[in-house]
């Protein structure tokens, strides 16, 4: 085999759609620096597109204003294919707002190389070690129905892996989720948009940070709201002085104050004297 170009993207991708949310969004890992910067594409209400292998970035922008205009996934990846001196090197995943999808592998790219596609999702993969690792995605795609759309295509990246991934190893991941008004403050669409750019276990990564995601800027659930006892006081002001931000003697609810908002979590803060239990176990490792 020839020599593999350096602008290859080796990769593997999930596209994916929750009609229930109305989430769209893309995850992939990738022996490549950086990966999140080129494959994942998406738009609120339209569709998301994984554009790999000899990766041609137009197909982004391009797909999506195709879906836009009322093509289905199918149709769209059809022009963009013909239009493209390249295609053969080409590797591309779309799903539309109708849970329509599409995946193309070109003739030309390394192997193995290929895609499945069902209702709601694309997988796909390039100089992978084997089709067990995109059949590992579309079936846990498949299999998880019922959680959220982060925590399935987050799922099928593990799954990936698992099975075999990227026969040249890994380096990055992303995964980036659109909804409308999904966004920080409700003011865009960009609900997730996590990268991973170079880690020696980028999925596991990736995941770590949407954990962190989920903590900072999900609202707490009425159920997790408990007092401060004497026992979680005490956890929590042994944190705080080993944090700098209680001193012995000080005011305990100053410090947790002072804390809550200079770490961001403004989300989760209660009345005084209570606290959101997941705020909680992180603070105290629990």
């Known amino acids: ?6 602008n290859l993207v080796a990769t593997f ?9 109305g989430e769209l969004g893309v995850a992939t890992q990738s022996k490549f620096l950086g990966v ?12 998301a597109v994984a554009t790999q292998s000899l990766a041609n970035t137009a197909f982004g922008p391009d797909g999506l204003a195709l879906l836009r ?3 289905t996934a199918q149709e769209a990846l059809d022009v963009l294919v013909k239009n493209d001196p390249d295609a053969a090197m080409r590797q591309v995943g779309i799903v ?5 999808s599409a995946t193309y592998t070109g003739d030309s790219c390394y192997d193995w190389a290929g895609g499945r596609a069902g209702k709601n999702y694309a997988a796909q993969g390039n100089i992978l070690v084997g089709e067990d690792t995109v059949t590992a995605m579309a079936d846990t795609f498949e299999e998880t129905e019922g959680q959220t759309l982060a925590e399935r295509l987050l799922a099928c990246l593990h799954a990936a892996q698992k099975a075999g991934g ?8 992303a995964m980036f989720i659109v909804k409308e008004k999904g966004g920080y403050g409700g003011y865009n669409d960009r609900y997730l948009d996590l ?3 170079e880690h020696e276990t980028p999925i596991d990564e990736l995941e770590r940070i949407y954990r962190l995601h989920q903590l900072y800027f999900n609202r707490t659930k009425e159920e997790n709201i408990v007092e401060i006892d004497n026992e979680k006081k005490e956890a929590l002001s042994e944190k705080l002085v080993e944090l700098g931000f209680l001193k012995k003697g000080g005011d305990f609810d100053e410090a947790f104050r002072n804390f ?5 979590f403004e989300e989760r803060e209660q009345e005084e004297g209570k606290i959101d239990l997941e705020l909680y176990s992180y603070i105290v490792g629990k």
């Open 69 to 71: 205009e009322g093509k």
């Open 195 to 197: 990268r991973v750019d």
């Open 96 to 100: 539309d707002f109708n849970g329509n």
């Open 166 to 173: 990227d026969k040249r190893g890994m380096q990055s991941a």
């Open 13 to 21: 991708s999930i596209v994916g759609f929750d009609p229930n949310t």
């Open 1 to 6: 085999m020839a020599k593999t170009p350096n």
């Open 260 to 264: 809550i908002h200079t770490e961001n």
């Open 36 to 47: 999140g910067a080129v494959v994942p594409w998406a738009e609120a209400n339209v569709g």
